[in-house]
């Protein structure tokens, strides 16, 4: 028994912003941002929270899948851009949707959101405890970049994409897994909210750590490595190998990690599906809205071998390799 992705939707916010438009607010430039991470423009969402995105997606999934939002049993949505703290973002989807009957929750991975959320789906749906799950990546990052920092506002955009999976006796998920290097979490941060009270020595806030904020060229290193081991350990678990693999979707942060990637796995650049150039890196949304991509364009095929591998902020990172 597995776990087979029957729908895939996504969504993104229409206002679109190029790197001319940033070169207006930052000093920097469509030659530097395309040269160096392969971004060309972003969605930027002008005022529609991260749970308004996550429910036109789920909307989306649901109508493609041909299922009432009833029959759901699970909503997982991945994002560190939340509405709330409370209530989760998959508990707004689940009202919005009226899916009354699902158990919704989050998970925070980062980047690696939607890895980490269609594996805990997966999990569930092998143990026999759910049938299908709705599996969401949703973000707004827009509020949480510092939009005067040029190292780090031109490389995110806002986005949702998401999947809805099924128990299946044929194709579906092969093998996969996820990882985490809490060692050097403080490489890739944002959205720190200080602990400030009326009993606290400190209720000035003003010194939070809000913005997202990086070591770039560590956050590099740590990309390639990490993913290049995890698809090795997927590929050697599952008795595969690069050549069975039709298309790569890899987390969408920058070409440049893309070609590294590519040329360790010896997995030709044009099988990895790019989409960074129109969206920015979305975080957790990155890797559904690029398989939603493909999906849409017909490009999939049934029994096809596909791979996803994503890493991010935590760190972390997960792979999954995919009869679709
Ligand atoms: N426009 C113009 N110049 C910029 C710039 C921008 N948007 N951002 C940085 N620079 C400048 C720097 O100030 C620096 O100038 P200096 O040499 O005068 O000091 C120069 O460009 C080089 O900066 P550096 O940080 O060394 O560039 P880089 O080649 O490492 O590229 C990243 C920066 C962020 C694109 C790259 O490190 C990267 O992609 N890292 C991974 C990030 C990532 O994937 N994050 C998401 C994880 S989920």
Redesign the pocket.
């Known amino acids: 028994m597995t776990t087979r992705i029957i729908a895939t939707g996504a969504y993104a916010p229409e206002q679109v912003i190029t790197n001319d438009d940033l070169a207006k607010v930052v ?3 469509d030659e ?2 395309t040269k ?2 392969g971004i060309r423009e972003r969605h930027i969402s002008s005022g529609e929270n991260t749970s308004g995105l996550a429910v036109k997606t789920a909307r989306q999934i649901l109508e493609r899948a041909g299922i009432k939002a009833g029959t759901l049993d699970l909503i997982i949505v991945a994002s560190v851009t939340a509405d709330y703290s409370t209530p989760a973002t998959s508990c707004i989807v689940q009202k919005e949707i009226g899916a009354h009957n699902a158990v919704a929750f989050d998970v925070s991975a ?2 690696s959101g939607f890895m980490f959320a269609l594996s805990i789906a997966d999990k569930y749906i092998k143990a026999g405890v759910y049938n299908n799950a709705m599996v969401i990546g949703a973000e707004t990052l827009s509020k949480i970049v510092d939009w005067s920092d ?2 780090t506002c ?2 995110f955009g806002d986005g949702a994409g998401g999947a809805y999976v099924e128990k299946s006796e044929t194709d579906g998920i092969i093998k996969e897994e996820i990882g985490t290097k809490g060692e050097i979490c403080d490489i ?1 941060t944002g959205g720190y909210t200080a602990c400030s009270n009326i009993f606290s020595e400190n209720n000035d806030s003003t010194d939070n750590l809000w913005y997202v904020s ?1 070591n ?2 560590e ?2 290193k740590f ?1 390639t490595k990490s993913v290049v081991k995890s698809v090795e350990r997927v590929l050697k678990d599952a008795g595969a190998v690069p050549g069975d693999i039709k298309y790569v979707i890899p ?1 969408q ?2 070409a440049r ?1 893309v070609e590294v990637i590519s040329n360790k796995l010896a997995i030709p650049y044009e099988k990895f599906y790019i989409n960074m150039d129109r969206y920015g ?1 979305t975080s957790s949304a990155s890797i559904p809205i690029a398989l939603n991509e493909l999906n849409e364009k017909g490009l999939l095929e049934r029994g096809d071998r596909i791979l996803l591998t994503g ?3 935590g760190m972390t990172w997960g792979t999954m390799l995919i009869s679709w």
């Open positions: 000093d920097t430039s530097w941002i160096r991470t980062a980047c040029r190292s031109v490389l890739l990086m770039g060229r956050v590099f990309a987390h942060a920058n990690i890196n890493f991010g902020g």
